[in-house]
């Protein structure tokens, strides 16, 4: 435990002076936010809604984070830890590799974690965001987005040959996702093809769960969401284990 | 005396490469052992084989007593190791690798006075990229010293340092030497071997060509020089095999 929180205050310093996830996971999902209450305010969502354009767009603002943390910043830090032996050098030492990759997951869930208290405070205090559907609800939905997301991205860290064939996969999960699954784009503006095509990202279905949760919806009509999201974190987290690389 | 680290009969394979052969040793307390070959005779192999980050086909290995994969946690607390390339985060400053280093260990030594000791306590807040090769060594060394270890593992410490820079590493290693440390080391310097070394082993395509001391190999070859008589080791493997 003393290690744990050694290396997490020393790797929560590194992650900090790299300023990257500051801006990718807790400054622009506000820029986005900011962005789309000037431009709708306090509209409705769509004409009789009962819940406003800010409302709808919660949840996937909240999910920026979890994406940038996920497939961007985990597969990027283990597989560089990886190629610098930093997980070999843990190796000959009392403590295992595991240590400092759950000190990498933990620095993600407090990006994550940033992210949805300014993102609650900055529209709560500026668009009069109010969350309509059970605040326990939308935790568990946020949870699960992220234990899926992490898995993906513990996934792809773990097996990907060097830190370039990471950088690139993670490109390819997290560009798409962030633009196309409602994250930052909201999802009821696009052309209903598209929706369909946009539904195989796994964030899509991530977004559908928080924001059924924001606006008070019918949580059965989120259970293939649910579904997906659990069947992702199982086979990812599975895949990860059994094939992660160490060096 | 009682052996440190005792090695016997370890085979290592790469798909058909025989990285190392039926290779045994073992090494006393207090005792520096230098293990020595061309790149790619198995060196490196041999140490991940013997710390356990390499699993090894077969044979037997054995530190303070202990199994480096079984006993993984109590062994590491008392063994230092430091690895060819090495291995620290991008932005990472001195003292916080120290730090974190330190925080790994349940009684380690006080970073600061060994940064001190090896003469880098002015370096506690520079980031470890932008340190000289040979303050780069010094800080390894440092590294591989705050579990306050019994033995360490030192994998081509000078390479790529000035002659000045391997002077100092030398007379480090030798204080260390004399507070009764057992050090495991490659080189690639045969002054540094002949001036540290109690025995060596010179590795050759994974298998032991010489086991004895520095004046010993120099008697079995026909050369009066270390450096010579390393190279007819390593060179001529027909004339080993009769001499072993």
């Known amino acids: 435990m003393r290690s744990y ?162 950088g690139i996969i993670a490109s390819i999960l997290y560009f798409p996702m962030v633009i196309f699954s409602g994250a930052t784009l909201p999802y009821e503006v696009m052309p209903t093809t598209m929706q369909s095509v946009v539904d195989i990202l796994p964030l899509t279905q991530g977004i559908k769960i928080l924001k059924s949760a924001t606006l008070n919806l019918p949580m059965e009509r989120v259970l293939l969401p649910i579904i997906v999201m659990t069947a992702i974190a199982v086979i990812c987290s599975l895949v990860a284990i059994k094939f992660f690389k160490w060096e | 005396m009682e052996d440190v680290i005792k090695v016997e009969h370890l085979s290592k394979s790469y798909g058909n490469l025989k990285a190392v052969d039926d290779f045994s040793f073992s090494v006393k307390r207090g005792k520096v052992f230098g293990l020595l070959g061309a790149n790619g005779a198995g060196k490196s192999t041999t140490i991940e084989c013997v710390l356990g980050t390499q699993k090894a086909d077969s044979g037997v290995v054995s530190i303070l007593g202990m199994n480096p994969t079984i006993h993984r946690r109590e062994l590491f607390e008392q063994v230092g190791v430091q690895f060819q390339e090495t291995n620290y985060q991008e932005n990472i400053k001195v003292g916080e690798l120290c730090e974190v280093t330190a925080s790994l260990y349940r009684n380690p030594e006080d970073c600061n006075k060994l940064l001190k000791r090896f003469g880098i306590s002015d370096k506690a807040n520079v980031l470890v990229k932008e340190l000289s090769g040979g303050e780069k060594q010094r800080l390894f060394i440092v590294l591989a010293l705050i579990p306050s270890p019994k033995v360490v593992f030192l994998d081509e410490l000078t390479t790529g340092l000035d002659a000045r820079a391997r002077r100092d590493v030398w007379q480090i290693l030798a204080k260390l030497k004399a507070d009764g440390i057992t050090i495991l080391l490659t080189s690639h310097f045969m002054e540094e071997v002949e001036t540290l070394c109690d025995e060596i082993c010179i590795l050759k395509k994974g298998k032991p060509v010489f086991y004895g001391t520095v004046s010993e190999a120099v008697n079995q070859s026909p050369h009066n020089k270390f450096e010579d008589a390393y190279l007819w080791f390593t060179d001529e493997e027909v004339v080993n095999n009769e001499i072993l």
């Open chain 1, 5 to 166: 929180k050694k290396i997490l205050k020393t790797e929560l310093k590194l992650s900090l002076r790299g300023m990257d996830m500051l801006i990718f996971a807790v400054i622009m999902p506000i820029v986005v936010l900011v962005v789309l209450g000037i431009i709708y305010g306090n509209r409705p969502a769509f004409e009789g809604a009962g819940y406003t354009f800010i409302q709808r767009s919660f949840g996937g603002l909240a999910s920026i984070a979890i994406c940038a943390g996920g497939v961007m910043g985990l597969p990027l830090v283990v597989s560089d830890y990886r190629s610098k032996r930093i997980l070999k050098r843990f190796k000959v030492t009392p403590i295992s590799p595991v240590t400092i990759l759950l000190v990498e997951v933990t620095i993600y869930f407090l990006y994550a974690l940033t992210s949805l208290v300014t993102l609650f405070a900055v529209a709560r205090i500026f668009f009069g965001f109010k969350m309509q559907g059970s605040i326990l609800q939308f935790i568990l939905g946020w949870l699960l987005v992220m234990v899926s997301m992490f898995s993906i991205g513990m996934m792809v860290g773990g097996i990907a040959k060097n830190s370039k064939d990471a």
